[in-house]
């Protein structure tokens, strides 16, 4: 969910009414957004969240309203549940509050595009699908600002996440770099385009920074989504040392990795109901290429952090053992040059190479084979 600023007013204090300016048209937000005519729809109803989108948490909802569009901007009209607690606490506090009071919505670009106006690079969110609306302390950044004053003294909270919702992209099964995809991110990069990278996002944490997102697989903002790295996403959500994520957001990570296969025409490996566990045999190849992968992005952040402290290479511990896997590569390399057809090697040489480079990044060895 995305969250944007509004204006409120208060309509009718006796029935708890308000009236909201959504967006005005064919303007540049502060945001860097461009929101068209035509991109919300007309009487579409949504629910008041209380306080700080916390009814993403579980809390009632306060109130409901709904969505009308004018020529120029697009307004929510409201009415806040007067006979019950939560709404008439939550619209005191507006009141009271006055213009202490910002407001936000709760968003996901359904149909968006990248462009120039005014001089400046911006989005074009050329349809909208507003979940909610809610009273906030920040109507800027509330997605993480709101929620860390909400949780500030109250112990730590658990990780909250989301998944990205599946999007239509382009396809490659080229090599994937990550820390060289990830690097050439600008490190201004906009929350809107860091999406356009990754599978999923830290709702704790701070959404301009790259460390908030994890799965990543694309090339870039608004590049094609790589294969391999959607494999190897599947095979970290298969792997419970190597997910990093909430439960509840596996099923949305695994879709959203799943989708860009599909539009490869490749069938996407199976999600499992519980982390762990034996694998086929296709499933431990995935996972030993998701394992290599992240052993040589952490060996790349060595040699650059070695580097910032004036150190030149990696330690003779750390370079016998990537030899090591240099030798098993050798040996993959001669597993590929087999003639096609010689089943009788193939599977003994894949299984142990697969066996050796998952010595080397801690994976077990798979009791099942496909």
Sequence with gaps: ????????????????????????????????????PGAFTDGEE?????????????????????????????????????????GRDTFTTVKELGPLCQWSYGYDPEDYSFGEQDGQRVRFLNKLKVHEVSPVLLGAGVNTRTLAAKSAGAGTPARRGRALDPHDSEVTSRSWDGVKTLAGLADDARPSELRTVYAWVDADGDPEAKASYKFAHHHGVGGPA???????????????????????????????????????DIEAPELKSQ??????????????????????????????LRARKGRTGLTPAAVDLLSWVGDDVKRLNALLSAPVGEEDVSEE????????????????????RA
Aim: hydrophobic fraction near 35%; glycine fraction near 10%.
């Design 46 to 86: 949504m629910p008041i969240s209380s306080y700080g989108h916390t009814s993403w948490d579980g809390a009632l909802p306060v109130g409901k309203g709904s969505i009308r569009q004018t020529a120029k901007e697009a307004i929510f009209e409201g009415q806040f549940f007067l006979d019950t607690t939560g």
């Design 349 to 368: 040489l894949a299984s142990s190479y697969l066996r050796s480079i998952a010595s080397v990044h801690g994976i077990t060895d798979s009791e099942e």
């Design 1 to 36: 969910m995305d969250t944007k600023g509004l204006r409120v007013e208060i309509k009718d204090e006796a029935k708890g009414l308000v009236k909201a300016v959504f967006a005005t048209f064919n303007v540049v937000d502060s945001h860097g957004d461009v929101t068209p």
């Design 226 to 264: 790589n294969v391999r790295a959607c494999l190897m996403g599947i095979a970290r959500l298969n792997d419970p040392s190597k997910g990093g994520i909430p439960d509840a957001d596996r099923d949305g990570v695994y879709k959203h990795l799943a989708s860009h296969l599909r539009d490869a």
């Design 275 to 304: 982390p762990g566990g034996s694998m086929k045999f296709h499933e431990e190849g995935h996972a030993v290429l998701a394992g290599l992968s992240s052993y040589l992005d952490r060996a790349s952040e060595v040699l650059a």
